[in-house]
């Protein structure tokens, strides 16, 4: 019967043993379990390294190698710096470098975005998901315009004051656009820097910040600043990885405290987000004619400013046939009996803290919607191609583009 054995040597430094032992804490040998006898002391805390002069040398040295050909690494225009870091926050470059190309051409420079209304911002915006970062964003523009005629701060300090732009942001701009010697400090740099240096300070902590940007601030050179954070990220991106990190070619092999002690799976430290629940959207989509009945979502809410259908939360996944009726009744509308029924349309949507499951409820009214109920229940009615044109969840946007193609 496979048992567990527990190794005390692991190879040679830089042979192929040593790598797979030291990068993966579990795995199967002949038929056995084995497992590396770990111990949750091992690793001490450590703040800031007293020397480390292979560190950034061996970024600087990677990087011109391996970097990936983005737009935004040929300027130094912070307003095109700035539209790329909010893109990308929470969001793979994949999947946010369409978006970007998408504004910086429909918004060439800040005073253009500035200038335009924020239903066309969010449109633009749509299925990024994290939509605050859309407003956000329109408003440190009008800000940059009005308070600063145009022209960004060109300090990292003087960053912080525009609305929306965190220490990463800031630090981001300042050092790309302006040459600042400031460190950035995303989830790339926390891991290669708690791996490389044996740092177990847990990352999704407030408290580790300090402990992590003091090493940061440490190992950036004055003479490279923007060099130096753009390879420290761009590592941990496509080197350092969350998992089956590269360390069989890594240059910072012979250096790394996580490599040394096969504690690569270990590091970097990050407690358990909170177990997301579950909810269940039942959406009314009340039609009449060539018409069709949305609502702008409010204030305070996670989808402000974008449009949906009138909606019912349920504790179950069903809403019986009398509970619909009595929703639709509630909105002072009325089913027409001379319509087939239509299939119900089930779509999940997942977000960091939860999971929707929606249905779409197809409603036929027998007629419109007087103003009064409309303004009581907050829709407003619009053509098919007026709802394909408004800012939409992308759940919503994607149930109308699959029904109004």
Known sequence: MPGKLLFTNWGHKGTRTFWFCNTF????????????????????????PATAPYFAPALLEWYPRHRRDLPWRHTQDPYAIWLSEVILQQTRVKQGLPYYLDFITTYPTVHDLAAAPEDEVLRHWQGLGYYSRARNMHH????????????????????????GVGQYTAAAIASFAFGEKVAVLDGNVYRVLARVFGITADIAAPASRKQFQTLADALIPAAAPAEFNQAI?????????????????????????????????ELPVKSKAKASRTRYFHYL????????????????????????????ETDA?????????DAVESLGGQLATDRAAEPVQALRHVLSHQKVEAKFHPVWLRQPLAQPALQAAGLAAFTATEAHDLPKPILIANYIDTIWK
Request: charge should be positive.
């Open 285 to 312: 989509v009340l039609r009449h004619g060539e018409t069709v009945y949305l609502k702008k979502r409010g204030p305070k809410d996670i989808w402000q400013g974008l449009y949906d259908f009138a909606l019912t």
């Open 140 to 163: 440190t523009a009008q800000q940059v315009v009005r308070e600063y005629d145009g022209k960004f701060p060109d300090t990292y300090t003087e960053l912080l004051k525009l609305r």
């Open 25 to 48: 804490p579990t795995f199967r040998f002949a038929g056995f379990c084995i497992s590396k006898p770990l111990s949750p002391n091992i690793l001490p805390n450590i703040s800031t």
């Open 233 to 265: 990220m761009e590592f941990g991106a496509i080197q350092c990885t969350p998992v089956k990190p590269d360390c069989l070619f890594c240059p910072l092999q012979q250096h790394c405290f996580a490599f040394q002690h096969g504690m690569v799976q």
């Open 317 to 325: 996944a069903e809403l019986p046939p009398m509970a619909l009726l």
